[in-house]
């Protein structure tokens, strides 16, 4: 069983597409009252954002098949290489990087596991175009694969089920405090963010997505941000649903991640906490003799 840290949520960050051209891209950062700057620039097709347990923010880099990491202050080196379309990113508790990959057809297409020192393995294949990874508070991942339609559940071992069905081109996944898992679909109608529980029953949590989206992400005090890349628009909603406009003018906005975002952290065992226990009461008893 898993528990999450409470680190706080401070900026946001945004990866721009662009316009599909190599070194046109670039990650944003967005400070929470609303201020922009250019993190980082001259990338190829950045997609996936993620943040490690120590604050370096790793990119997937889809056009040169690369992961870049950056640290706190901006600078850049490659962890991985030679990935086929790096697009979803997410961390287990661990400090294994989770790496969504599009090459090859329909049914091909495989999640790569990626140790902190760089070493890859196939967590999973036969996937139709993964995009969004999540973890849940159990280390299970969820994984939005948008032409099946389907939200795949991997048991840490790399078991899959069908956690959810039927939904139109799923592409953006994000976890609430609450264990909630939060979808959009990329395009075409109804594209709703739909809520669903840790058991699988799906609610509209909002019809207002304006054709779609492609992140989500939420900040530390529940407020769930939302990608429009048709738009170029980032949206914020309150856990009511109410909408308001956080950041416009963008070119081609993909993914996001807050940058010191909870990660989930194994739970103390049972010996543990009796160690833990037996270690309170010899230090009470010293100091009360």
Same mark, same amino acid.
């Given at each position: 069983m898993l528990i999450s840290t409470s680190a706080q949520a401070q900026n946001l960050f945004v990866s721009d597409y662009a316009n599909d051209t190599v070194g046109s891209g670039n990650i944003y950062e967005y400070m929470p009252s609303g201020v922009q700057?250019?993190? @980082?620039?001259?990338?190829s097709g950045p997609a996936g954002l993620a943040f490690n347990s120590a604050g370096d923010?790793?990119? *997937?880099?889809?056009?040169?098949?690369?992961?870049?990491?950056f640290t706190p =202050? =901006?600078?850049?080196? @490659?962890? *991985?290489? !030679?990935l086929p379309n790096p697009n979803g990113l997410a961390f287990d508790s661990a400090g294994n990087l989770f790496v969504s990959c599009l090459g090859g057809q329909a049914g091909t297409q495989i999640i790569v596991k990626i140790t902190p020192s760089g070493v890859q393995s196939t967590f999973a294949s036969g996937l139709y175009y993964p995009y969004a990874l999540a973890f849940n508070s159990a280390g299970d991942l969820f994984e @939005?694969?948008?032409?099946? =339609?389907n939200i795949y559940e991997?048991?840490?071992? =790399?078991?899959?089920?069908? /956690? *959810?069905?039927g939904l139109y081109y799923p592409?953006? #996944?994000? /976890?609430d405090s609450a264990g909630n898992l939060f979808e959009c679909g990329l395009g075409g109608p109804n594209n709703y963010i739909y809520e669903f529980t840790p058991s699988g029953i799906k609610t509209i949590f909002s019809t207002a997505t304006l054709s779609g989206s492609s992140g989500l992400a939420f900040n530390s005090t529940g407020n769930l941000f939302d990608v429009n890349p048709f738009y170029g628009n980032i949206f914020q909603f309150t856990? !009511? !649903?109410?909408?308001?406009? /956080?950041a416009s003018g963008l070119s081609s906005p993909s993914f996001i991640a807050f940058q010191g975002e909870t990660l989930p952290v194994p739970e103390p065992s049972a010996l @543990? #906490?009796?160690a833990f226990g037996i270690l309170g009461i010899t230090l009470l008893r010293r100091h009360q003799g």
């Open positions: 700057s250019t993190f @980082a620039s001259g990338l923010l790793f990119e *997937a880099d889809e056009l040169s098949g690369n992961i870049y990491e =202050g =901006g600078v850049q080196s @490659a962890f *991985a290489s !030679g @939005a694969d948008q032409n099946s =339609g991997f048991t840490p071992g =790399g078991t899959r089920s069908t /956690f *959810a069905s592409y953006a #996944l994000a /976890f856990p !009511g !649903g109410t909408r308001t406009t /956080f @543990a #906490l009796l």
